[in-house]
């Protein structure tokens, strides 16, 4: 079993509906991120936590929202969504309670079109 | 801005030979720097990093070269292997942030048997 799980893996949904994406991982790591990539942009952050009760804005949070709902789950959310999040997305954990090497561990990656 | 740059989307190398990566970044305050690999249906994984209190690190046929003035990183594989076909990210950090990662385009790497 994968150690950090993303569902669904692929999601077709109409512009202006609410789509979660959801991601729950095991490594028992403090630190979980989502990212969305795109061609010729690569991986860009939308939201970080770095524990249940720290939760910050990457470079490209409009448009979304997350919940931390435990150590192990890190949901991302479009409230209504457009056409342009249309893209991958990656759930990933991280550990850095001492001195960490930044390697994070992705997800399989949770496909996203929006018509 | 773009603070991480791969300046080349493609890469075709023949089986046995090396194969250059290159990656650029604007921020000087960037001190740890990664290489992840991806292949199709498949998340990123790790694959070497460096500090910038070196200017080499090896692992095996992996080889992450940095040049601290220049603000260039580049991952050498040799020789290549056709499983090494994939698309390659660059990523810094300052390490005092944590796990804040910014990651470059990607290069897509094809390794011709």
């Known amino acids: 079993d994968a150690d950090v799980t993303q569902t669904p893996r692929n999601r077709i949904t109409k512009t202006g509906k609410r789509i979660m994406l959801e991601c729950s991982q095991t490594?028992?790591?403090?630190?979980m991120y989502w990212y969305r990539q795109d061609p010729g942009l690569g991986l860009q952050l939308i939201y970080y936590s770095f524990d249940v009760k720290d939760i910050n804005k990457g470079e490209i949070s409009d448009g979304y929202s997350v919940s931390r709902q435990a150590q192990a789950k890190f949901s991302l959310s479009l409230e209504s969504a457009i056409p342009n999040q249309t893209a991958l997305y990656f759930c990933?954990?991280?550990?850095?309670?001492?001195?960490?090497?930044?390697?994070?561990?992705f997800g399989e990656g949770s496909r996203l079109t929006v018509l | 801005d773009q603070q991480v740059k791969q300046n080349s989307p493609s890469l075709s190398v023949q089986e046995g030979r090396i194969s250059i990566l290159n990656c650029d970044y604007t921020?000087?305050?960037?001190?740890?720097f990664l290489w992840y690999k991806k292949y199709p249906a498949e998340g990123p994984t790790f694959l070497i990093s460096i500090s910038s209190i070196k200017d080499k690190n090896e692992d095996g046929r992996f080889t992450v070269f940095l040049n601290k003035s220049a603000k260039h990183l580049s991952l050498h594989i040799v020789p290549s292997q056709p499983g090494d076909s994939a698309v390659y990210f660059c990523a810094v950090m300052i390490y005092n942030q944590g796990g804040k990662l910014i990651f470059g385009q990607g290069t897509e790497l094809s390794v011709k048997p």
């Open positions: 990933a954990t991280s550990d850095q309670r001492g001195p960490g090497t930044g390697e994070l561990f």
């Open positions: 921020n000087s305050m960037f001190d740890y």
């Open positions: 490594k028992g790591h403090d630190r």
